[in-house]
């Protein structure tokens, strides 16, 4: 697995945490996070376009920040004001050629 995920946990609504997301191998290209939550289907949270650009999913917008450090092939998800409805599984996604591979994921539950 190249990419290691770190950065999640148990916090309480309104808290904070940061994801973190390293390519172990050069050759991949860390698009962004996803999030499954039990029973639904994985959206993507945050990500980088092709132009460079940042995405948000709505509901996360004003709250969380997608960032990188190319040096360290490293991509982070600052959340904060966390709410009980962004629990869920965290998955970091690359591209590598012309596949897409995932993080093992980082929990986030988020109590109210």
């Known amino acids: 697995v190249p990419l290691v995920e770190s950065g999640g946990g148990l916090v309480q609504a309104g808290g904070s945490l940061r994801l973190s997301c390293a390519a172990s191998e050069s050759g991949f290209s860390i698009m962004g996070w996803y999030r499954q939550a039990l029973g639904k289907q994985r959206e993507l949270v945050a990500g980088?376009?092709?132009?460079?650009?940042?995405y948000y999913l709505n509901s996360v917008k004003g709250r969380f920040t997608i960032s990188r450090d190319n040096a360290k092939n490293s991509v982070y998800l600052q959340m904060n004001s966390l709410k009980p409805e962004d629990t869920a599984v965290y998955y970091c996604?690359?591209?590598?050629?012309?596949?897409?591979?995932w993080g093992q994921g980082t929990q986030v539950t988020v109590s109210s």
């Open positions: 996604a690359a591209i590598g050629g012309a596949s897409t591979y």
């Open positions: 980088f376009t092709s132009s460079g650009s940042t």
